[in-house]
């Protein structure tokens, strides 16, 4: 009975007096079936809970991936006081469910680990003449954290990299530092954030930590409107440029914001139902 609604999925049954015998025939159906049993599993998934890296070229609901840069920055989150933030634009309207984003260790300690950490999503405030010289965010729509259990970390990649506290003023940016960066991964969140499509955002991180070191937000080479942002001891945002010293730059970081598992999954089965078209179409001109 499985097999005989497969076959109904793909419209490649017939009744049992005028199936065909050949061995092509047989193979294309075998192939249909396998398909069938591919997007049932593919549908199976996408229902349920999974933990996920995030790979280059998979999906996204951004402008683009901010991707690490393996000889950049790492912006100081520890604790609370050290918030940092950087804007996206939302492409698909849906529920923030899953945030990916990539980090360093001050100096490669390896006794150093994110015990937990703190998301936050604002509204965007853009610039507007003299008053505002520079984007930030505004009010805060969301917040979440998550301890132990709730996000996994993989390494990711190496380079020459410099570590910056930028409350510190100059003397907080040194370089070289560290070499290894990690990627950090939270899916599946409970009561996620639902996004507008079209609308500019601002994802801000913070961490706490097992150890005595400093965690470090990534900065990426894809630019994306304006420099990210950092809250100094004064309460206010900060634009986040690099010191004369080292170039003056203009900062961004890395991150990126993808579809829920389920949308995943849809786009996915799209795909193979259209493999199931093209196998019932072969199969006709053998």
């Avoid at 933030?85 to 309207?93: H, K, L, N, P, S």
């Avoid at 609308?199 to 913070?206: A, C, D, K, P, V």
């Amino acid at each position: 009975m499985f097999f005989t609604l497969l076959d109904h999925l793909f419209d490649v049954a017939t009744p049992m007096a005028e199936k065909p015998t050949t061995a092509i025939a047989r193979r294309g159906s075998a192939a249909a079936r396998i398909l069938g049993v591919v997007v049932v599993a593919a549908l199976a998934c996408g229902s349920a809970p999974t933990w996920a890296d995030w790979n280059v070229g998979e999906p996204y609901k951004m402008h683009f991936p901010q991707l690490p840069d393996p000889n950049g920055w790492d912006i100081n989150i520890t604790g609370t006081s050290n918030l940092v933030a950087d804007d996206w634009r939302c492409t698909q309207t849906g529920p923030v469910s899953d945030i990916h984003f990539w980090y360093s260790v001050q100096g490669d300690d390896a006794n150093t680990s994110i015990s937990s950490l703190t998301a936050t999503i604002y509204s965007d405030i853009p610039v507007s003449g003299t008053t505002v010289p520079f984007s930030r965010p505004g009010s805060l729509l969301w917040s979440g954290t998550f301890g132990v259990g709730a996000f996994t970390s993989r390494f990711f990649g190496s380079g020459t990299q410099g570590f910056a506290s930028p409350q510190s003023g100059t003397s907080g940016w040194v370089r070289p530092d560290h070499v290894a960066f990690y990627q950090t991964n939270i899916t599946n969140i409970a009561n996620p954030f639902v996004q507008t499509v079209d609308t500019i955002y601002w994802l801000g991180l913070s961490v706490e930590v097992t150890g005595t070191s400093l965690i470090g937000w990534k900065t990426s080479l894809d630019t994306f409107q304006d420099d990210s942002t950092f809250k100094g001891t004064n309460g206010l945002w900060n634009e986040l440029v690099s010191p004369p010293l080292f170039g003056g730059q203009s900062l961004h970081q890395a991150f990126v914001i993808v579809p829920e598992p389920s949308t995943v999954a849809i786009v996915s089965v799209v795909g193979l139902v259209g493999a199931g078209v093209f196998v019932r179409r072969h199969q006709r001109r053998r």
